[in-house]
DNA sequence: GAAGAAGTTGACGTTCACGTAAACTATCGG
DNA sequence: CCGATAGTTTACGTGAACGTCAACTTCTTC
C-alpha cells in the first residue's frame, strides 16, 4: 500500500502554486475564487491540498478573459459561469431529471447570457476602434511635429 | 451692474450636477477627480460653485473611455491626461521656455504613452475577437439544441 | 425675501478584490 | 526520519473608487 508515490489523484491535476504561476495570479486568488464559489478545484490530494485539472486551469483563464478584457465583476462572472454549468449538466446527463420544459429554460438563459455578452463585447469593439484611430492619427501628429523639430534644428 | 442675471463665466459652463447627469457619473465622482487632480473644472462661479465647460465634459469622457474601455485605473489615466496636457501646452505657447531638448522630451514620452495605448489596444481587439468567435459559435450551439427541442416536440 | 433645490467642504463608511500574518499541516528531497 | 518548502484555515488589513451623512452656503423661483 505504502508505494512512496506523492499521493494525489489524477495525472494532469497541478498545486495550487504552479496553477497560480502559470497563469498569473497568486494563490490567495485562487483561494478566494473558491471562497466565493467561483473556482472549485476538481480534487484534493488526500491531506486536503488543491488539485487544479486541466478544466479548472481554462475556466480560470475564462475568469481572468472576463474580468480583464470585459470588465465583469466576480459576480457577473459567476453569473455566465453558473449558466455554463447548467448547460454542462444538460449535455452530460443528457436527458437530465425534468425534461424539455427545464431544458427551454436553460437554454433561453444561456442564449440569454450569449447575447448581452455578445452585445458588450461588440460595443467594446465599436470603443476600441474608435480609440485606435484616435490614437494613430496623434501618433501622426506626433510624428509630423518630431520631423518639423529636426528640420528646425537642421538648420 | 446688477443685470439680475446668474452669475457665471463663461456661456457653455454647467454645473456639477449636470455635468454628472450627462456623463452618467456621480457628482461625488467629479469632485474626487478633482480631489485628485483629475479633472478640474475650468471656473468657478463667484459664490465657489463649480463650473464645467465643453473641453471639460470631453475630457471626463475621455476618463470613462479609458477606465471603462482600456480598463486603466485612476493613476494611469492621470499620467496619460498629463502627457496630453504637457503637449497642449506645447502647442499653445509654441516655443515654450526651454526650447528643442525640452520639446523632444515632451514628444517622446506622448509617443511613448500613445505606442503603450496602442499595444493595449491591440491586445484587447486581439482578445475581443477572440471572444467574439466563441461567442458565436456558441449562439450556433444553442440554435442547434432548440432546433432538437423543437423537433422532438413535434413528433 | 423666503423657501427649497443644488452646491460646498469635511469626514467617515463601504464594496470589491484581494494582501498579509499567524499557527499549523502536508509534501518532498536527502 | 528530518528539515525545507509548500499548502491549509482563520482572521484581520489594504488600496482603489467612490457612497453617505452633516453642517453650512448659494442659487433659483415664486
Redesign the interface.
Known amino acids: 500500500m505504502t508505494v512512496g508515490e506523492h499521493d494525489d489523484d489524477r495525472p494532469g491535476a497541478v498545486r495550487i502554486g504552479e496553477a497560480a504561476a502559470a497563469s498569473g495570479v497568486s494563490t490567495r486568488t485562487l483561494r478566494f475564487y473558491e471562497e466565493i464559489g467561483l473556482l472549485e478545484p476538481s480534487g484534493r490530494s488526500t491531506g486536503g491540498a488543491r488539485r487544479y485539472g486541466e478544466a479548472d486551469l481554462a475556466r480560470l483563464q475564462q475568469i481572468r478573459?472576463l474580468q480583464?478584457?470585459?470588465?465583469f465583476d466576480l459576480g457577473e462572472i459567476k453569473e455566465v459561469l453558473r449558466c455554463e454549468d447548467a448547460l454542462g449538466e444538460l449535455r452530460s446527463e443528457y436527458r437530465s431529471g425534468a425534461p424539455?420544459r427545464r431544458?427551454?429554460e436553460i437554454?433561453g438563459e444561456?442564449?440569454a447570457i450569449?447575447?448581452k455578452?455578445?452585445a458588450v463585447?461588440?460595443a467594446?469593439?465599436q470603443?476600441?476602434?474608435a480609440?485606435?484611430r484616435e490614437?494613430?492619427s496623434?501618433?501622426a501628429r506626433?510624428r509630423a511635429?518630431?520631423r518639423e523639430?529636426d528640420r528646425?534644428?537642421a538648420r
Open positions: 478573459d480583464e478584457v470585459l470588465g424539455d431544458r427551454r437554454l444561456a442564449s450569449n447575447a455578452m455578445r463585447v461588440a467594446k469593439q470603443a476600441l476602434a480609440m485606435q490614437l494613430e496623434k501618433a506626433y511635429l518630431v523639430l528646425a534644428s
